[in-house]
């Protein structure tokens, strides 16, 4: 499920090609004024996708059976 969204995108009103990569939300626990997500022991999770709509990467995000957070970069000019 998606938690969280951390935009990086220097061109922030592209959206027909981004790079997406999600990580497990409890990975954000020792970030300063955190909320705190359930850890599950053991998962590393960290995938990452290219050349998605901003919307295809929220949906590949929201599919994931544990809390993720989506990071959002710029795609291939």
């Keep these: 499920m998606l938690c969280n969204i951390i ?3 220097k061109r922030r009103h592209r959206w027909r090609n981004v790079v997406g990569l999600v990580e497990a939300t409890y990975q954000d ?3 300063a004024d955190a909320d705190q997500a359930e850890g ?3 998962l590393v999770l ?3 996708r290219k050349g998605l ?3 295809e990467a929220v949906a590949w995000a929201q ?3 544990v809390d ?3 990071f959002i970069y ?3 000019e």
Excluded: I, K, Q, W
């Design 68 to 70: 993720v957070t989506l």
């Design 74 to 76: 710029d795609g291939e």
């Design 53 to 55: 709509t901003l919307a």
């Design 7 to 9: 935009d990086h995108r």
């Design 29 to 31: 626990n020792g970030a």
């Design 40 to 42: 599950h022991p053991g």
């Design 63 to 65: 599919g994931f059976d």
């Design 46 to 48: 960290c995938e990452e």
